[in-house]
C-alpha cells in the first residue's frame, strides 16, 4: 500500500512574531515549532512518521512565506528511499516566500537505497526582496553495511533531483545504479558516494560585496577542512548573481554535513547579521 502525504506550512508576521498556520493530509506533519531565537524566526520540525518512502509514495510539502517571515524549517532525521520493485517514490517541496521574508530550509541528509525508483523535486520561488538559504545532502547506498547503491543485480534503480530557483538557478540530474561512469569519473561523483549542495539565494542579484564575501567565507571554511575527517572535496562559485552555491563530494555523511553547517554558521551573521541558532533536533 502506498501513503500520499500533504503538508501545508503558512508563515506570516504579525507584530514581532512570526505565525506558522499547517495542515496535513496523511503521514506527513509537523513534529515541533520552536522560538529558540525569539518570536521572529519559526524553527519548525518535519516528521514522517512511517520512517521511509517506498515506490508508489508521495510526499508534498508546499510553503507560503509571507513578507517579513522567517521560517526555518529541517528534519529529525534522515530521509530514506527504499528499494522499489517497479512504481516511482516521488517528494515535492514546493515554496513560495515574499518580499522581504527569509526561509532557511535544512533537512537532514537523504539516503537513497540500491534499487530505489525516487524522484526528489524543490522549488523555490522568491520575490524581489526575499532571501533564503537551503542545503541538500545525498548518500547513495550505504556501502558500510554492504548495501552499496551500485550493487544492483537488476539495474533497475535510479534517484532524480531536481532544485528550481525560477529565473536564479536551474539544476536537474539523474543518478543509475548502473551508470559507473557518472559514479566513478572525475567529472562525475569521482567515486565517492555522499553529494551535498549549500545556497544563499535572493530573487533579485546580490550585490558584488556581498557574493564575494559569502564566497570567502565558504572557501575559507573549505581550506580549514581537517583530513583526518576523511576525503573531502569541495568548492563555491557564484555562477548567477542572485545565488552562491557550494558543492561537496565526500565518503561519509558525517563531515560533509560538519562542512555545510560550518559554512551555514558563517553565513547567518555575515549575510543577515543574526547569531548562529543550531536546532536543538540536530544535538539529540
Request: negative net charge; charged residues 20%.
Amino acid at each position: 500500500m502506498s501513503w500520499h502525504g500533504h503538508l501545508t506550512l503558512d508563515y506570516r508576521r504579525d507584530g514581532e512574531r512570526t505565525i506558522a498556520h499547517d495542515r496535513h493530509d496523511g503521514p506527513l506533519r509537523v513534529l515541533q515549532r520552536l522560538y529558540p531565537e525569539g518570536p521572529g524566526i519559526c524553527h519548525h520540525v518535519l516528521v514522517h512518521p512511517p520512517g521511509g518512502i517506498v515506490g508508489g509514495d508521495v510526499l508534498d510539502v508546499r510553503a507560503t512565506l509571507e513578507a517579513g517571515s522567517h521560517a526555518l524549517i529541517t528534519t529529525p532525521g534522515a530521509t530514506r528511499f527504499y528499494k522499489s520493485a517497479g512504481p516511482e517514490a516521488l517528494q515535492l517541496v514546493t515554496a513560495r516566500v515574499a518580499d522581504g521574508a527569509r526561509l532557511e530550509w535544512l533537512p537532514l541528509e537523504t539516503i537513497a537505497y540500491r534499487t530505489c525508483r525516487a524522484r526528489n523535486e524543490m522549488r523555490f520561488e522568491l520575490a524581489p526582496g526575499a532571501e533564503m538559504m537551503g542545503w541538500d545532502v545525498l548518500a547513495l547506498g550505504l556501502p558500510a553495511a554492504g548495501e552499496a547503491f551500485d550493487n544492483d543485480p537488476g539495474g533497475t534503480g535510479f534517484y532524480t533531483q531536481r532544485i528550481e530557483l525560477p529565473g536564479v538557478w536551474l539544476e536537474q540530474g539523474t543518478v543509475r545504479t548502473t551508470d559507473r561512469l557518472l559514479l566513478d569519473s572525475p567529472l562525475g561523483w569521482a567515486g565517492h558516494r555522499v553529494m551535498g549542495t549549500l545556497w544563499f539565494a535572493a530573487g533579485q542579484a546580490l550585490s558584488r560585496e556581498r557574493r564575494e564575501a559569502l564566497l570567502d567565507s565558504a572557501r575559507a571554511l573549505i581550506d580549514g577542512i581537517d583530513p583526518s575527517l576523511g576525503t573531502v572535496r569541495a568548492g563555491a562559485t557564484s555562477p548567477h548573481e542572485p545565488v552562491v552555491v557550494v558543492r561537496v563530494l565526500a565518503d561519509r555523511v558525517e563531515p560533509l554535513m560538519r562542512l555545510l553547517s560550518g559554512i551555514w554558521t558563517a553565513w547567518r551573521p555575515l549575510a543577515w547579521d543574526l547569531s548562529p541558532a543550531t536546532p536543538r533536533i540536530w544535538r539529540t
